[in-house]
């Protein structure tokens, strides 16, 4: 760090090493207060971008492009580094709109919001596996490492590619803390207190829509941080949003980084996709929530 290693590892440090890192620095922030403001706005614990299709949503729309374009433009290249948050913006926000009209009945309910959610990522996530089974040998397995979640790009243009995105929704996700807030009192609470409610429900959502979509194009389909982070920073620092939706970015940067490191030690001679690592430890989290809500 302070310049006294040997030249290789050095360059093993920051060439491989520090970028790695710092995606799933910024990946795990986003996923978490991703899932956060979607837990705020559905008032459901069970909410989770991952969980109610958004991230199958964008994963569809890079698989696509993957398809049609990554024997074109190549993998890894300038190009396609820094079209990808654009294609999976696309297919979060395709995702959140189809789950929201499907969802709406006379309101939102929670627990029509996490059943449609699911029955949306299943027909997604069916189709990003037709279009993988049509790739390439390569493609193909490029594909179903980043559907199962993997921080794969170990190079500063990934970071530089998906920078801008958390720039800018990282710190407006925390500046709407106050809002998240007051909505918790419930609707006709918030319109009491003076707050467009829908108008600020539309621009929370398009916010963990972009933070999410931004994740899966660089880390691909990594879910249950967005469920786990908010409920351990609640569990810490209460439910106020402008202690825990910070804290629940702290703490999915840690399971992101932890699981990361689970991912490389495991097998000696080969890498275990991280979003593996984390469902195996999400899974039975979200059960155990399923069983305390009511």
Same mark, same amino acid.
């Given at each position: 760090?302070?310049?006294?290693?040997?030249?290789?590892?050095?360059?093993?440090?920051?060439?491989?090493?520090?970028?790695?890192?710092?995606?799933?620095?910024?990946?795990?922030?986003?996923?978490?207060?991703?899932?956060?403001?979607?837990?705020?706005?559905?008032?459901?614990?069970?909410?989770?971008?991952?969980?109610?299709?958004?991230?199958?949503?964008?994963?569809?729309?890079?698989?696509?492009?993957?398809?049609?374009?990554?024997?074109?433009?190549?993998?890894?290249?300038?190009?396609?580094?820094?079209?990808?948050?654009?294609?999976?913006?696309?297919?979060?926000?395709?995702?959140?709109?189809?789950?929201?009209?499907?969802?709406?009945?006379?309101?939102?309910?929670?627990?029509?919001?996490?059943?449609?959610?699911?029955?949306?990522?299943?027909?997604?996530?069916?189709?990003?596996?037709?279009?993988?089974?049509?790739?390439?040998?390569?493609?193909?397995?490029?594909?179903?490492?980043? *559907? &199962?979640? /993997? +921080?794969? =790009?170990?190079?500063?243009?990934?970071? !530089?590619?998906?920078?801008?995105?958390?720039?800018? #929704? @990282?710190?407006?996700?925390?500046?709407?803390?106050?809002?998240?807030?007051?909505?918790?009192?419930?609707?006709?609470?918030?319109?009491?207190?003076?707050?467009?409610?829908?108008?600020?429900?539309?621009?929370?959502?398009?916010?963990?829509?972009?933070?999410?979509?931004?994740?899966?194009?660089?880390?691909?389909?990594?879910?249950?941080?967005?469920?786990?982070?908010?409920? *351990? &920073?609640? /569990? +810490?620092? =209460?439910?106020?949003?402008?202690?825990? !939706?910070?804290?629940?970015?702290?703490?999915?940067? #840690? @399971?992101?980084?932890?699981?990361?490191?689970?991912?490389?030690?495991?097998?000696?001679?080969?890498?275990?996709?991280?979003?593996?690592?984390?469902?195996?430890?999400?899974?039975?989290?979200?059960?155990?929530?399923?069983?305390?809500?009511?």
């Amino acid at each position: 760090m302070v310049g006294l290693g040997a030249e290789d590892q050095s360059v093993i440090l920051f060439e491989f090493r520090m970028p790695r890192m710092v995606i799933a620095i910024l990946v795990g922030s986003a996923l978490a207060m991703s899932g956060a403001i979607l837990q705020g706005l559905s008032r459901n614990p069970l909410a989770d971008p991952g969980i109610i299709g958004i991230n199958a949503g964008a994963g569809l729309t890079v698989v696509v492009f993957v398809y049609f374009f990554f024997g074109k433009v190549g993998t890894g290249t300038f190009l396609s580094v820094f079209i990808l948050p654009f294609f999976a913006l696309v297919g979060a926000i395709l995702a959140a709109v189809i789950i929201y009209l499907l969802a709406w009945k006379d309101g939102i309910s929670s627990t029509r919001l996490i059943l449609v959610g699911i029955a949306v990522a299943a027909g997604f996530g069916a189709v990003s596996l037709i279009f993988s089974m049509k790739m390439t040998s390569n493609d193909f397995r490029f594909a179903t490492i980043w *559907l &199962a979640g /993997s +921080l794969w =790009g170990t190079d500063w243009k990934f970071v !530089l590619s998906v920078l801008p995105w958390m720039v800018i #929704f @990282l710190p407006l996700a925390i500046s709407k803390a106050h809002i998240l807030n007051v909505m918790n009192l419930g609707d006709s609470t918030a319109v009491g207190l003076g707050v467009n409610v829908e108008k600020e429900r539309r621009k929370l959502l398009f916010i963990a829509v972009c933070l999410a979509g931004a994740s899966v194009a660089v880390a691909g389909g990594i879910g249950f941080i967005g469920l786990m982070a908010p409920h *351990l &920073a609640r /569990s +810490l620092v =209460g439910g106020k949003h402008q202690i825990m !939706l910070p804290t629940a970015a702290l703490i999915g940067t #840690f @399971l992101l980084l932890f699981a990361d490191v689970i991912s490389r030690s495991v097998l000696p001679t080969s890498e275990i996709p991280v979003g593996l690592v984390i469902s195996v430890i999400g899974a039975p989290y979200f059960i155990y929530l399923l069983m305390r809500t009511k």
